[in-house]
């Protein structure tokens, strides 16, 4: 059973970053596709970034061109670089992995976007 523990958000105004880091106690993390989803009050949880086990990136259009995620597998952690952020950005922000023990909700983390 592996802990995937989100952190770095917090309350920020429209145009300001975050970064948001996913650290994972699991021996087999680089062989994760990784993603970052986020889910609001009364909305369906959203993937809005995604890494491959080899590096290749995509990103829901809400987010092109703000988000970027990468990943440092020497410290199995994923990250959420948040730029230009909006209050529609405004959600928990969740990560999450495709393989066994990577595959189940952690605690998330909170962004708020203020207007």
């Known amino acids: 059973q592996v802990q995937l523990v989100e952190s770095g958000g917090g309350l920020v105004q429209a145009g300001g970053s975050l970064r948001l880091s996913c650290t994972a106690s699991?021996?087999?993390?680089?062989?994760?596709?990784m993603g970052w989803y986020r889910q609001a009050p009364g909305k369906q949880r959203e993937l809005v970034a995604a890494?491959?086990?080899?590096?290749?990136?995509n990103y829901a259009d809400s987010v092109k061109g703000r988000f970027t995620i990468s990943r440092d597998n020497s410290k199995n952690t994923v990250y959420l670089q948040m730029n230009s952020l909006k209050p529609e950005d405004t959600a928990v922000y969740y990560c999450?992995?495709?393989?066994?023990?990577?595959?189940?909700w952690g605690q998330g983390t909170q962004v708020t976007v203020s207007s």
């Open positions: 699991g021996r087999f993390f680089s062989i994760n596709n």
């Open positions: 999450k992995g495709d393989r066994v023990g990577y595959n189940s």
């Open positions: 890494i491959t086990s080899s590096g290749s990136t």
